[in-house]
């Protein structure tokens, strides 16, 4: 096995160029998040189906807002054929939930029904234009269910899971029967 160690001066070379790129490209990168106002949902976790209440200060008065639901779209990568299963391939997708005006003190309150879709977490955004002014997190709870709930030996099942979620850890589920 072959070790490649850079010498002090070729270290201190490597450095400087890393260093100075940094700095040409620092002032491109984006800064941090500057959010307005503040922005809640109640409840923050439920099923899909929940009915969720969100609420907002702070913002423009008497101005026009887009709600805005953050989830994914997902498809499995399969060989040209079809045949053979390369994992799954997940992108982004904004959902518009509704609009909302806001009053002369830069409130309001309006509520959304949570999509149906994958669980987990989701940001709702609160968003002006192509701005995005605020976000809160929801919480989509994964629900299962058996039928039917008894029956002879013999009888089939079924098993329905809603609410999977798409990361890594959420996305796969396995079931065990012992009889």
């Not at 929940?50 to 399969?78: E, I, K």
């Amino acid at each position: 096995m072959s070790r490649h160690l850079l010498r002090p001066a070729a270290l201190a070379a490597a450095l400087l160029v890393l260093l100075c790129t940094f700095a040409a490209t620092a002032g491109a990168q984006p800064g941090p998040l500057r959010l307005t106002g503040r922005f809640s949902l109640s409840p923050d976790h439920g099923p899909a189906g929940t009915r969720v209440t969100a609420r907002a200060s702070g913002m423009p008065a008497n101005s026009d807002f887009t709600l805005v639901w953050m989830t994914v779209s997902g498809r499995w990568r399969l060989s040209p054929d079809g045949v053979e299963y390369h994992g799954r391939e997940y992108r982004p997708v904004e959902q518009p939930l509704l609009t909302v005006r806001s009053g002369a003190d830069g409130t309001f309150e309006t509520a959304f029904t949570v999509p149906e879709g994958f669980g987990f977490q989701h940001d709702v955004q609160v968003r002006q234009g192509g701005d995005l002014l605020n976000q809160a997190g929801f919480d989509v709870e994964m629900q299962v269910s058996v039928t039917p709930q008894s029956g002879p030996p013999g009888t089939q099942i079924t098993v329905e899971a809603r609410g999977i979620g798409w990361r890594l850890l959420q996305n796969s589920w396995l079931l065990s029967y012992d009889n």
